[in-house]
């Protein structure tokens, strides 16, 4: 991982796709290491006695093992929470883990002018991947289109499974953006054990000369756009069953912040 990480960083604003992708097929799951809560994180900053390894658990073994001590508090599925950790960050580049409980989604949401490369490395995903109808190239127009939603295009319904090896490194990895599509997405967990996935985002939202926030949606069928939509206890925002060149109607959700989540830390962060 760690050899990963220092190739995104050497790369800098000079990174090329289809090193990202080879980057992410050498990664296995033995890559990862292990992590403590973001609790333990904060002892361990406010006391540099304080014993993290005592508290830590693999990501690994905590995957392939259900019976891994749930009480504890150190299963990264412990409870409904998403779990996350982002193991490197600057202006040009994030990589970010994100462990979702079985029943779990990351709701649909947009990655405005940015390009996004993801790899499952446990369990399953179901993504529905969408586009403007429309493209915005220009930062004050992605904003406006962000407030006020508009018409889009279903470009893919598919489940992404965790695979271990491949001829072909492209094909463990999948890649959204303006050009290769799916700006928008939704990722949910419908299967019955952890599902692992980590995005690589360029450029990472909050970050200079554009400073995208992340807004969330609904996603209404064209021949139930004229219904009324509200925040319930439900996070999915697609709403009902879609299909590839389906168009949809994209109502911005700006009362919500996302799915809850819970953000893990490397042990090698001291």
Same mark, same amino acid.
């Given at each position: 991982?760690? =050899?990963?990480?220092?190739?995104?960083?050497? +790369?800098?604003?000079?990174?090329?796709?289809?090193?990202?992708?080879?980057?992410?097929? #050498?990664?296995?799951?033995?890559?990862?290491?292990?992590? %403590?809560?973001?609790?333990? =994180?904060?002892?361990?900053?406010?006391?540099?006695?304080?014993?993290?390894?005592?508290?830590?658990?693999?990501?690994?073994?905590?995957?392939?093992?259900?019976?891994? +001590?749930?009480? +504890?508090?150190?299963?990264?599925?412990?409870?409904?929470?998403? !779990?996350?950790?982002?193991?490197?960050?600057?202006?040009?580049?994030?990589?970010?883990?994100?462990?979702?409980?079985?029943?779990?989604?990351?709701?649909?949401?947009?990655?405005?002018?940015?390009?996004?490369?993801?790899?499952? &490395?446990?369990?399953?995903?179901?993504?529905?991947?969408?586009?403007?109808?429309?493209?915005?190239?220009?930062?004050?127009?992605?904003?406006?289109?962000?407030?006020?939603? !508009?018409? !889009?295009?279903?470009?893919?319904?598919?489940?992404?499974? =965790?695979?271990?090896?491949?001829?072909?490194?492209?094909?463990?990895?999948?890649? &959204?953006?303006?050009?290769? #599509?799916?700006?928008?997405?939704?990722?949910?967990?419908?299967?019955?054990?952890?599902?692992? &996935?980590?995005? %690589?985002? =360029?450029?990472?939202?909050?970050?200079?000369?554009?400073?995208?926030?992340?807004?969330?949606?609904?996603?209404?069928?064209?021949?139930?756009?004229?219904?009324?939509?509200?925040?319930?206890?439900?996070?999915? #925002?697609?709403? !009902?069953?879609?299909?590839?060149?389906?168009?949809?109607?994209?109502?911005?959700?700006?009362?919500?912040? #996302?799915?809850?989540?819970?953000? &893990?830390?490397?042990?090698?962060?001291?």
């Amino acid at each position: 991982m760690r =050899a990963f990480l220092s190739a995104v960083e050497k +790369s800098g604003k000079h990174w090329r796709s289809n090193e990202i992708v080879e980057a992410l097929a #050498g990664l296995s799951l033995e890559s990862f290491g292990t992590y %403590v809560s973001g609790a333990v =994180a904060q002892e361990r900053n406010a006391d540099i006695n304080f014993h993290v390894s005592d508290h830590a658990f693999s990501l690994k073994e905590a995957l392939a093992s259900p019976s891994f +001590s749930p009480s +504890s508090g150190r299963c990264p599925w412990s409870n409904n929470k998403i !779990g996350c950790c982002t193991l490197y960050h600057s202006s040009d580049i994030s990589v970010t883990w994100f462990l979702l409980p079985p029943g779990c989604v990351l709701s649909f949401h947009d990655h405005c002018l940015m390009k996004v490369w993801q790899r499952v &490395f446990y369990g399953s995903i179901s993504v529905v991947a969408v586009d403007w109808l429309s493209e915005e190239a220009l930062p004050d127009s992605v904003r406006k289109r962000q407030r006020e939603g !508009g018409m !889009g295009v279903v470009v893919d319904v598919s489940v992404h499974s =965790a695979r271990s090896e491949c001829k072909d490194a492209a094909s463990l990895v999948t890649v &959204f953006g303006p050009a290769s #599509g799916g700006v928008l997405h939704e990722i949910a967990n419908d299967s019955q054990e952890p599902a692992l &996935f980590v995005d %690589v985002i =360029a450029q990472p939202y909050n970050c200079p000369p554009h400073y995208f926030d992340c807004m969330y949606y609904w996603a209404t069928p064209a021949e139930h756009e004229c219904e009324k939509v509200t925040e319930s206890d439900d996070l999915r #925002g697609v709403r !009902g069953v879609v299909s590839p060149g389906e168009l949809v109607k994209l109502t911005p959700r700006p009362s919500y912040t #996302g799915p809850p989540m819970e953000v &893990f830390w490397p042990t090698w962060s001291w």
